[in-house]
Nanobody, 121 residues
Framework: QVQLVESGGGLVQSGGSLRLSCAAS????????MGWHRQAPGKQRELVAS???????NYAESVKGRFTISRDNAKNTVYLQMNSLKPEDTAVYYC???????????????WGQGTQVTVSS
């Protein structure tokens, strides 16, 4: 079993910054893709940023230039540095990881429980 635990959400004023962290633990053989998604009230969940194990990154157009995803493979942790936050960034942010487990060697997608980010105007 694999667990993803997010931290770092909170309330911030428009223009402020937050840093989210997501640590993966459990029966991990290898982690491939790691990413951050978000879901605002009444909207579908959307991909915010992703990174491969080799460091290739991808961003939603709406966050390019403001958010930075990074990863510490030794700690099985992914980060999302969010700068110049806007009220429209308000959402629950979810971490996910594409993991091959050491128990049955199968590759599965795992999700964290989510962390709330609220940006006030």
């Amino acid at each position: 079993q694999v667990q993803l635990v997010e931290s770092g959400g909170g309330l911030v004023q428009s223009g402020g910054s937050l840093r989210l962290s997501c640590a993966a633990s459990g029966s991990i053989l290898r982690i491939y893709f790691m990413g951050w998604h978000r879901q605002a009230p009444g909207k579908q969940r959307e991909l915010v940023a992703s990174t491969t194990s080799g460091g290739t990154t991808n961003y939603a157009e709406s966050v390019k230039g403001r958010f930075t995803i990074s990863r510490d493979n030794a700690k099985n942790t992914v980060y999302l540095q969010m700068n110049s936050l806007k009220p429209e960034d308000t959402a629950v942010y979810y971490c996910n990881a594409d993991v091959r487990t050491s128990t049955d060697f199968r590759r599965r997608d795992y999700w964290g429980q989510g962390t709330q980010v609220t940006v006030s105007s």
